[in-house]
């Protein structure tokens, strides 16, 4: 009698066993599915965040582009205005490049 009852009890510690295991292997599921979601949205938003910053690189860029024309055309006036004054920056400023140079 006593044997049968142990077996009974090995049978159903068994049983509880498979089940535990089933139900490791369905959270197991889930959670790898939970984590592809997440991944995926971190990559997702990594690829925006990267647009975004691709977008305001250009956008700078297109800024100095702009600035520099505007300096460009204010210094094309000035020396349209003043061409004496101009050739005397740029001698001096050669001049001293050169000083600086020799040493």
Known sequence: MTTIVKENHDIANDEDFKD????????MATLRKDLQSAFSSIKGLAASKAGDSVEKGKELAHDAEDRLKSVRADLQSQIREKPMTAVGVAFGAGLLI???GRK
Not at 20 to 27: I, S
């Open 98 to 100: 050169a000083m600086l």
């Open 20 to 27: 535990d295991l089933h139900h490791l292997k369905e959270d």
